[in-house]
């Protein structure tokens, strides 16, 4: 039997984590698991471990111990808890590792997986807003392949050509527009975490969901594009598509538009980066054309959708210490709002004045990065209550 590919998942027991793991029990003669990490749920992990049989398991949650002792008995598995645990399953030898925390949580991981020179996919956009230079760089530095896993940005990988930069004059990325798009301002206002949660499209985790329906995600993605292609910012378009079939547009000078097109399932994407640079079955539904009533396009709507222009005017002002602020106090403002704590326009007017705060350095380092998150979070931690009402 040829050699198995090696595939380290952080963000197991996730939505992207889980649609991975489904690939993966289908291609087993392909791939083996070398360490699953997770957050805080050590039953889920458990399971999975004892399926999969890694090498490695890791939990943040350091409370969770006995439990991830005690549900990994009869594995061979080495495991640890804890945010290290998590960062030396990055670390451990595997050729593909599967980024898919939430959040800014996942960022050191994600780093430390890119450190190793092999291949990244991401998810994790947070990350890569946050931190998209030193990603990058660090990418460059130790000749690792670097794979987009989000829908749109996976999409246009394989539709962009670096070699033709100068003839490109948009890159688009398609949004569904959310479960809230056809809403009029005070429904939205009134709106509540199940209403949120419920995509029409899409099947995500909470914190992502939410971010689709005040359009955030959307915003986030044209920074993560930013850091992902090599073209202005200017050049980064949004179309609203609520049927979620084409998910990226390369626009050429000459007037040609080269779009992707598949089925909105996330299998796709995974496997396309699991199979880089050829192709892997992925089990989803075949496109048929024929059967789709139509596909339509609509301009963003950023009075009704605050959240977008945020993003739109952080890409815009070239400060690389507002993407961290926009999306730190996203982080607190998502969270307040899923546990009831927060209305849903309480998200945008929340981030728009934590964007108004002097932010005292440029980061250079991930410390600086860290710094002006944290700031956020406390900030931001501690005006909630203004914008709860
Ligand atoms: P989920 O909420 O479904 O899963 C998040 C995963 O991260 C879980 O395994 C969770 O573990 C783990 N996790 C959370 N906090 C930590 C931590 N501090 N340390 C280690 N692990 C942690 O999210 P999704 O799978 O939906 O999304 C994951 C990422 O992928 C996000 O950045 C999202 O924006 C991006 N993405 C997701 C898409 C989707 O279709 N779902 C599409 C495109 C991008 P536990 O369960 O134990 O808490
Ligand atoms: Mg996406």
């Known amino acids: 039997m040829p050699e198995r590919t090696t595939v380290t998942i952080l963000g197991a027991t996730g939505s992207i984590g889980r649609s991975t793991l489904e690939l993966l029990r289908t291609h087993k003669d392909k791939f083996r698991i070398t360490a699953l990490a997770a957050g805080s749920g050590a039953g889920a992990l458990c399971e999975l471990a004892r399926e999969f049989q890694p090498r490695f398991v890791a939990l943040a949650d350091k409370s969770k111990y006995h439990e991830l002792h005690n549900g990994l008995e009869g594995t061979t598995a080495a495991f640890d808890c804890g945010d290290h645990a998590v960062t030396d399953a990055a670390s451990l030898d595997a050729d593909i590792t599967i980024c898919a925390i939430t959040g800014i949580a996942g960022l050191s991981s994600t780093l430390a997986a890119i450190r190793r020179g092999k291949t990244v996919a991401i998810a994790n956009k947070e990350s890569l807003v946050c931190a998209g230079k030193l990603i990058m760089d660090a990418a460059k530095e130790h000749g690792t392949t670097l794979l987009p896993l989000d829908s749109e940005h996976n999409a246009l990988f394989q539709i962009y050509d670096p070699a033709k930069i100068d003839d490109v004059t948009a890159l688009t990325l398609t949004a569904s527009g959310g479960p809230f798009r056809t809403w009029d301002a005070a429904r939205i206002a009134a709106a509540t975490p199940a209403q949120a949660v419920a995509h029409p499209n ?6 992502i969901s939410v971010d689709s329906a005040t359009l955030m995600n959307k915003g986030l993605e044209l920074i993560e594009a930013a850091c992902l292609f090599p073209q202005a910012a200017a050049m980064l378009k949004v179309v609203v598509h609520p049927q979620s079939v084409i998910h990226g547009m390369v626009s050429y000078r000459d007037g040609n538009v080269v779009a992707a097109m598949s089925q909105p399932d996330m299998k796709i994407p995974i496997s396309y980066t699991l199979g880089w640079p050829n192709r892997l079955e992925s089990m989803a539904k075949p496109l048929d054309l024929t059967k789709l009533s139509g596909l339509t396009f609509e301009e963003a709507d950023t009075t009704r959708f605050p ?74 931690t501690h005006n909630l209550k203004r914008f709860a009402a």
């Not at 899409?202 to 914190?207: H, N």
């Not at 981030?351 to 956020?376: C, H, K, N, Y």
């Open 307 to 380: 959240c977008l222009r945020l993003a739109q005017e952080v890409l815009a002002s070239g400060n690389p210490a507002a993407p961290i602020v926009l999306n730190a106090a996203n982080e607190i403002a998502v969270a307040a709002f899923l546990d009831s704590h927060l209305p849903l326009m309480g998200i945008p007017a929340l981030v728009e004045e934590a964007l108004q705060l002097e932010t005292p350095i440029r980061p250079a380092s991930i410390t600086d990065v860290m710094t002006i998150d944290e700031g956020t979070r406390a900030w931001a």
């Open 202 to 207: 899409w099947s995500m985790g909470a914190k």
